[in-house]
T-cell receptor, first 114, second 116 residues
Framework: AQKVTQAQTEISVVEKEDVTLDCVYETRDTTYYLFWYKQPPSGELVFLIRRNSFDEQNEISGRYSWNFQKSTSSFNFTITASQVVDSAVYFCALRGAGDNKFYFGSGTKLNVKP | GAVVSQHPSRVICKSGTSVKIECRSLDFQATTMFWYRQFPKKSLMLMATSNEGSKATYEQGVEKDKFLINHASLTLSTLTVTSAHPEDSSFYIC????????????FGQGTRLTVV
């Protein structure tokens, strides 16, 4: 079964703090893709990153970084020096190679206070 | 990134009426489109998968006669909520995906449906 768990329901930080959003997944597929999406209050989903199961190299994009560890089935997302504009709900998602379906975690609401 | 346009963004309808939501891929051909429903402060629940030219595949528990999905072309899928009731009020969001060319799904802006 495909499953994504985001244990953190809501996180509040003060601007400029670093924050890590956790994501743990379950899959029986050997090839799969992991994603992070941002959902601001307006509702649309903004694609942040895709990782395939064969690429465990961590990635950094500006203040964002992602740590993919197959050994622990985790794909964590870190925002460095958070800003108020980072306030949103963040979803981690999994897609199998043979299945077009996306499986989303329950989301983590991030509140960044000035 | 690719653009997926969803229309309308908000709709209020009376109980018993039907509402159609459109999802268009503007700059790529979407072989597959997904329809999700999101309850307040909840995750996205996949309702159905539509592949161009074939019948949609519905997830368990989703009433296919209530939520009619049509994917008649590579750029357009529609979700019709038939005989809407207040409990159908929700945020509906589509995503479009091109299997051979892309491995991320691009999402529409979402439609907030309120049934009164």
């Amino acid at each position: 079964a495909q499953k994504v768990t985001q244990a953190q329901t809501e996180i509040s930080v003060v601007e400029k703090e670093d924050v890590t959003l956790d994501c743990v997944y379950e899959t029986r597929d050997t090839t799969y893709y992991l994603f992070w999406y941002k959902q601001p209050p307006s509702g649309e989903l903004v694609f942040l990153i895709r990782r395939n199961s064969f690429d465990e190299q961590n990635e950094i994009s500006g203040r964002y970084s992602w740590n993919f560890q197959k050994s622990t089935s985790s794909f964590n997302f870190t925002i460095t020096a958070s800003q108020v504009v980072d306030s949103a709900v963040y979803f981690c998602a999994l897609r199998g190679a043979g299945d077009n379906k996306f499986y989303f975690g329950s989301g983590t609401k991030l509140n960044v206070k000035p | 990134g690719a653009v997926v346009s969803q229309h309308p963004s908000r709709v209020i309808c009376k109980s018993g009426t039907s509402v159609k939501i459109e999802c268009r891929s503007l700059d790529f051909q979407a072989t597959t489109m997904f329809w999700y429903r999101q309850f307040p402060k909840k995750s996205l629940m996949l309702m159905a998968t539509s592949n161009e030219g074939s019948k949609a595949t519905y997830e368990q528990g989703v009433e296919k006669d209530k939520f009619l999905i049509n994917h008649a072309s590579l750029t357009l899928s529609t979700l019709t909520v038939t005989s809407a009731h207040p409990e159908d009020s929700s945020f509906y969001i589509c995503s479009a995906y091109q299997r051979l060319q892309r491995t991320e799904a691009f999402f529409g802006q979402g439609t907030r449906l309120t049934v009164v």
